[in-house]
């Protein structure tokens, strides 16, 4: 069954415009000098920091007025970023519902070590069938992804992408994460020049304690609620006791129904 078209103001698109990119960024075809694409974090909260009750739990936080900006974002990117423990505990479409939205987000998915079976029924699969979305990119560290897998994923439009040293020296990997250099390079070589990180915990985290400087924008929707202990939680450790983790600057408030959204630069 088709979900409702989703519809954000202009005034509101208006607002947003400063902390967005530009119209240039978001076009795939312009060229552009830059090894990296334009990086927004954004994600909704609760009060306490929470991104949901637990880890697997789905949470609904978003109202519908923020949950539509979170679907005009989508159409201001090229890419739209999660990693593999949300793409197993929500199944999420990864795609813009907003009315009469012309253009799609391509889905990248970090999986390491090949977790997701996206061959089974996943809803943003059912979506890039339908052509209201894309098929994702699966960016991993297995050489040799399954044959079937990477054909049903070919078929539809999306691919594996194995990180090597081609795609950046300057990042790192462990085993089973790779430096966000290395991410954002690699996703700038497929011709994209936007992205918008979306979650779950970790990749938040793990992007604000270890890279924030490649942060070009954060949009927070913060939701009127507490959800209590034992939620997944942004709360990146710090490297340093003595200092924090990231401050924004540049900072604008706006409310959005019950929400309000937040929206600001990484302070350099």
Known sequence: MAETPLYFPSAERERLELHLPTRKDADPSSPSCATLPFVTLTFA?????????GPGIRTALSGPESKAMTHYLRTRHDAICVGVGTAIADDPGLNSRLNAATH????????????WDFTAQSKVMRLAREGRGLAPYIVTLEEEPPPHKKKILED????????????????????TRFGWRVILSAVRQEGL???????????????????ADLVDSVIVTIAPIWLGQGGVTVSPPRANID???ARLSDTMWMPLGADVVLCGKVAR
């Open 45 to 53: 909260t609760s009060l306490d920091s929470a991104l949901s009750l």
């Open 104 to 115: 799609q987000p391509r889905p990248i998915i970090i999986d390491p070590r090949l977790r």
């Open 156 to 175: 539809a439009g999306g691919k594996f992408i194995t990180l090597t040293a081609g795609h950046g020296d300057e990042g790192r990997t462990d085993g």
């Open 193 to 211: 020049h936007s992205i918008m990180i979306e979650g779950g915990g970790e990749v938040i985290n793990s992007l604000l304690c270890e890279d």
């Open 243 to 245: 200092r924090p983790v």
